[in-house]
């Protein structure tokens, strides 16, 4: 069955940066669209970046357009998110999901996604 484990999450500053990791199993990755999640206590889990399987195309949610790039590595079925600048209120649980259908272009909405991982949890400090 598909499995996506997320890595990289932890406490940084202010203005720092992380990298978050999720590498997938279970299906052939490179055919399958890619996103990134959030979750804050006490709020619903809000779309934050995805990316199509061939690399070719990505989306962001408005508020991390300039500071988080979502990118893969289908030799290493990896998604990454490169996260810089960041600000309290970027503290959350994040979440890497993978697309239940095969397509070609990006996708937002969390019904789109079939799979999910455990997540790991980024906090930023003031």
């Known amino acids: 069955q598909v499995q996506l484990a997320e890595s990289g999450g932890g406490l940084v500053q202010a203005g720092g940066s992380l990298r978050l990791s999720c590498v997938a199993s279970g299906r052939t990755f490179s055919s399958y669209t890619m996103g990134w999640f959030r979750q804050a206590p006490g709020k619903e889990r809000e779309f934050v970046a995805t990316?199509?399987?061939?690399?070719?195309?990505?989306a962001y949610a408005d508020f991390v357009k300039g500071r988080f790039t979502i990118s893969r590595d289908n030799a290493k079925n990896t998604v990454y998110l490169q996260m810089n600048s960041l600000k309290p209120e970027d503290t959350a649980v994040y979440y890497c999901?993978?697309?239940?259908?095969?397509?070609?272009?990006?996708?937002?909405?969390?019904?789109?996604?079939?799979?999910w991982g455990q997540g790991t949890q980024v906090t930023v400090s003031s």
């Open positions: 999901a993978q697309r239940g259908l095969e397509w070609r272009g990006t996708a937002a909405a969390r019904g789109a996604y079939a799979y």
């Open positions: 990316i199509n399987p061939s690399a070719g195309d990505t």
